[in-house]
């Protein structure tokens, strides 16, 4: 499942291409499931001729925000991804199409069905983003600060890691990358940890993720002694960028 140095990849593609363009035109394919809450074509009516003026994300979550109307929230789920083009056919698996005045295309694609394409009117003050927690990128707390999102909590750390209402955007490997790092056991009871190891997950968890979105959330670009290329090397032996800029 894309983490958040995905997610912050593709906003930043979309930013690139999106922010400050007009979207001339809009196709949706018919998949309720996909879109969540409002049907393609609603989704199509609120983009098309308005002006994308942002293109923020919080935790696993990004969104476009719109001149007028509603904002445009995306889930990637196990296989979004977002694709930027100019001429061709559009690619394998898409569900949402937008042209600017620039003539560039941006399509959202999912081979697994399982992102979602929802509108909002005040993302961060709506479900499911007002159920989150920080942003374990922009948000990240100090080390007390950590330390009290902790401390009541006796389930395991990795555990507590993954849950979206303690840090936004941590996942599987991230948190093993991290409490690797921080040489701290996974099963660990997330409330015993002491001020020391509270100091190193958090380093643990900036550096992690800082180096991870400025690879482009490459794996081929992360660093060779990280776990990652033993343990998720194997299964995942490329990132979804990687395969991405092989086939263009």
Known sequence: ???????????????????????????????????????????????RGRQVTAVRRKGKHFWLELDEGPAVLFHLGM???????????????????????????????????????RLRDEPLA??????????????????????????????????????????????????DEVLYQAEIDPRRPAASLDGRELRRLRTALRTVIRRAVDAEADDARFPRAWLFHRRWGGRRTRSPCAARRSST
Request: charged share 30%; no cysteine.
């Open 1 to 47: 499942m894309p983490e958040l140095p995905e997610v912050e990849t593709v906003r930043r593609l979309a930013e690139r291409s999106l922010r400050g363009r007009r979207i001339v035109s809009v196709a949706a394919a018919d998949d309720r499931l996909v879109f969540e809450g409002a049907s393609p074509g609603r989704v199509a009516a609120a983009l």
């Open 79 to 117: 296989s979004g991804w977002i694709e930027t083009y100019r001429d061709g056919a559009r690619p394998r698996y898409w569900k949402l199409e937008m042209a600017t005045d620039a003539g560039v295309r941006v399509a959202m694609t999912d081979a697994r069905r399982l992102g979602r394409i």
């Open 126 to 175: 709506e479900p499911p983003l007002a159920r989150l927690g920080l942003d374990a990128l922009d948000e990240l707390p100090s080390s007390a600060g950590l330390g009290r999102l902790l401390h009541r909590r006796h389930a395991p750390v990795k555990a507590v890691l993954l849950d979206q209402s303690v840090l936004a955007g941590v996942g599987n490997w991230i948190a």
